[in-house]
């Protein structure tokens, strides 16, 4: 009896692989999870293999691949198609995969912003490790290569404070040699404890841009002050309590005057 195995999920299903030629380095994940589903599913034979990775693929980059020689040729396997089709990509190979260039960008960027808080620097130091490590894994990178890049991405005041954290802690390192990776990031989260972002930073990002658009819509006090002052100074009666006006309508009474009274001239008496 023939084993009942689940069938290979349609173009565009949530379980279906996906790349995006955007980023290079998704291909190889591409092709991981599109072969654990030729297991699943028990595709085995190389033509079979070849047209199920085309169906996958973006439209643009479908048609490229047909168009390859190992695509067409029975005699070329399913892994000559892949290594084909990785080869249109670099940056894509496991081989070639980060650049001693890579890292020198990340650390010019995250130099031009200076670290604010402990998340920020935990970012940067993920990014960086997880490219030095390929590159020393490679010897393409050394140690003391590793570590003088990472400090040059931390801009001053920090690198000064993290410099003389290392001198407290170790006081007998030699000046000339670089200290180790991890023996940097532990200073520096040491000299950042307790600096994790605000809930208004968090949401600005590293740019500060959406910060910005959304104090647009703010408006200040002090912005609105002279308006309020003119509208003061031209109805009068905007401002004024309500009593005021329960006064005036009220009736004046005039008041009393005292008439004099003419005297009496005595009769008999000369004009």
């Known amino acids: 009896m023939a084993e009942n195995r689940p069938?290979?999920?349609?173009?565009?299903?949530?379980?279906?692989?996906?790349?995006?030629?955007?980023?290079?380095?998704?291909?190889?994940?591409?092709?991981?999870?599109?072969?654990?589903?030729?297991?699943?599913?028990?595709?085995?034979?190389?033509?079979?293999?070849?047209?199920?990775?085309?169906?996958?693929?973006?439209?643009?980059?479908?048609?490229?691949?047909?168009?390859?020689?190992?695509?067409?040729?029975?005699?070329?396997?399913?892994?000559?198609?892949?290594?084909?089709?990785i080869a249109l990509y670099p940056g894509a190979g496991e081989d070639r995969k980060f650049a001693v260039a890579d890292v020198e960008n990340l650390v010019a960027k995250r130099a031009a912003v200076p670290i604010a808080n402990i998340s920020e620097l935990s970012a940067y130091y993920r990014d960086f490790f997880s490219m030095t490590s390929y590159l020393m894994k490679h010897n393409r990178l050394s140690e003391s290569e590793q570590s003088r890049l990472f400090v040059r991405g931390i801009a001053p005041p920090l690198r000064d404070q993290v410099s003389q954290r290392l001198q407290l802690k170790l006081p007998d390192h030699y000046p000339d040699d670089p200290y180790k990776l991890e023996e940097i990031y532990d200073a520096a989260k040491f000299v950042l404890h307790g600096t994790q972002p605000t809930a208004a930073e968090a949401g600005r990002g590293a740019t500060g841009s959406e910060g910005r658009e959304g104090r647009e819509g703010v408006v200040k006090v002090e912005e609105i002050a002279p308006l309020l002052r003119f509208l003061a100074q031209s109805s009068p009666c905007l401002f004024t309590p309500n009593h005021n006006h329960v006064q005036s309508a009220a009736p004046r009474q005039k008041p009393h005057r005292h008439r004099r009274r003419r005297r009496q001239r005595p009769r008999g008496a000369g004009r």
């Not at 693929?57 to 020689?69: A, F, N, Q, R």
Request: include cysteine; glycine fraction near 2%; hydrophobic fraction near 30%.
């Open 7 to 85: 069938p290979m999920p349609a173009r565009g299903h949530t379980t279906a692989p996906t790349f995006d030629p955007s980023q290079p380095r998704t291909l190889r994940r591409f092709f991981q999870d599109i072969e654990t589903l030729f297991e699943r599913s028990g595709i085995e034979t190389d033509p079979a293999r070849k047209s199920w990775v085309v169906r996958y693929l973006p439209i643009d980059v479908s048609d490229l691949c047909e168009s390859l020689p190992e695509y067409a040729n029975e005699d070329k396997t399913y892994e000559d198609f892949k290594k084909a089709v």
